[in-house]
């Protein structure tokens, strides 16, 4: 079946450094990458959307990127700020599992002021 | 609006004792998803409804119950609650299966 792995459980940055969270997956479908972000007292939120297709997602100043021939999906930041610290799941749909989102296990991200 | 609500926000039960967790959403979406998720592990689907079709995970299958009685709500029913049912819920909402999915800010449940 589908899985997704994220090893780094906990990131530890000072703020305006570089962040760069790194997920694999396994599918035999068209996967759909997600990046969600989950902040203290909230439900996760949908940061980025990445597809086969397009390979790239930008949103408030973080990027997705989707490399297949590795099989992996990464979140990246060019400078974090205290506001980032947060745990950041990445996660998939593969085409045919009927929209169950798989999960990685989430990265926490402190961020020291 | 992309609110999805859930209540209670915290819920105390005991062991053996039934739990019933709501879920809501204004978006009209097809979909309503639950999921279970305990410190240092990833979100685990439990349960989702597709319409009025409800569609529940192997391993969890005799554990949870649901019911969808209009488009906006769905429940999470536990019968007998065990200390290993002690987690946070996490309700989600998406167009239909495959979209992004928008959640709620989740039911801490603990049971004693």
């Known amino acids: 079946g589908d899985s997704v792995t994220q090893k780094q459980g906990q990131v530890t940055l000072s703020e305006d450094d570089f962040l760069f969270i790194n997920c694999t997956y396994s599918?035999?479908?068209?996967?759909?990458l997600f990046w969600y972000v989950q902040y203290p007292g909230q439900g996760p939120q949908l940061l980025l959307k990445v597809t086969t297709a397009n390979n790239k997602g930008i949103s408030r100043g973080f990027e997705a990127t989707y490399d297949k021939g590795t099989t992996s999906f990464h979140l990246q930041k060019a400078s974090v700020q205290e506001s980032d610290s947060a745990v950041y799941f990445c996660a998939l749909v593969g085409y045919y599992n009927q929209g169950k989102l798989i999960f990685g296990q989430g990265t926490k991200l402190s961020i020291k002021p | 609006d992309t609110t999805v609500k859930q209540n209670p926000r915290y819920k105390l039960a005991r062991v053996g004792k039934p739990v019933n967790l709501i879920c809501s959403q204004t978006?009209?979406?097809?979909?309503m998803y639950w999921y279970q998720k305990k410190p240092n592990q990833a979100p685990k689907l439990l349960l989702f409804y597709y319409d009025k079709i409800l569609n529940r995970e192997a391993d969890t299958f005799e554990k949870f119950q649901s019911s969808r009685p209009n488009n906006s709500f769905c429940s999470l029913y536990i019968g007998s609650a065990g200390l290993e049912y002690s987690a946070m819920y996490l309700c989600a909402s998406s167009r239909d299966p495959g979209r992004e999915q928008y959640f709620g800010p989740g039911t801490r449940l603990t049971v004693l």
């Open positions: 599918t035999t479908t068209y996967p759909t």
């Open positions: 978006m009209n979406h097809d979909t």
